[in-house]
Each structure stands twice: as C-alpha cells, then as structure tokens.
C-alpha cells in the first residue's frame, strides 16, 4: 500500500510540474507582441524533503531566455528609435506551441499513473474489508 502511496504522490508532484510550465509557455504566447519581452523558461529538478530526494520532480526557478530579441521596423510606433526600430520579443510561437503539447501529453501520462494507483488501491482495500 505504500508503494501505491508513492506513486500517487510521483504522479502529482509530475502534474504539478507540467502544469506549472504550462502556465509560463501560456504566458510566453499571450506576449508573443509585447515590446521587449523575454520568454520565460523553467527547468525540472529532483524534489527533496528532509534533505532525502523523493523521486518526485519539481520546477527550478524561472529563468528568462537570453536570446536576441528581433528588431522591428515601424517608425511609427511610440518605442521606435532615430532609425525606426524598437526592440520585440524572443517567443517563437511555433517553439512555445510544440512545448505547450508537450506539457499537456506529459501531464496526462501522470494522470493516467494518477488514475491507475488510485484504481489499484480502492481495489487492495476493498480486497482487504472482505
């Protein structure tokens, strides 16, 4: 029964990952045209309670991508500067939309494992009630 318990508390410590990226490649997308944004990324570490690795993941701190942000050419616009360009952002939507998937697909893999612990386990106790 224990082992089951770890599986549920694996599985959603990965939810909880995934969907935490999901919000920042959310947020990435929904600033696709802000003037000089840098698109966020986050990277998996192990997780540890107590000082002990639990096996489970977790998301390390958020990081902004460094790349060059793209020049635009719009002497119109409020930021341009003396030769028309103003600084866009790095977000490639094509990028952002294949991790976007790919947090979704992983989440569900979890909560699938989620599903199948938690079926395995009423199943034990109600073996064990008889």
């Known amino acids: 029964m224990a082992d089951l ?13 995934q969907a935490n990226r999901l919000r920042h490649v959310s947020e990435n997308i929904a600033n696709a045209d802000t ?8 990277s998996f570490e192990a997780e540890v309670k107590n000082g002990t690795k ?3 993941v977790e998301t390390g701190p958020v ?7 793209s020049r635009i050419f719009d002497p119109g616009h409020p930021m341009a500067d003396e030769q028309g360009f103003y600084d866009g952002s790095n977000v490639d939507l094509m990028y952002e939309v294949a991790d976007a998937r790919e947090a979704q ?3 569900e893999a979890n909560l699938k494992m989620f599903d199948q612990a938690r079926q395995m386990s009423s199943s034990l106790l109600e073996l064990l009630r008889r």
């Open 54 to 56: 639990t096996g489970g």
């Open 35 to 42: 003037p000089g944004y840098h698109r966020k990324t986050v």
């Open 63 to 69: 990081e902004l991508d460094r790349t060059t942000l």
């Open 105 to 107: 697909r992983s989440y």
């Open 5 to 17: 318990t770890q599986i549920l508390s694996l599985s959603a410590s990965g939810m909880k990952a």
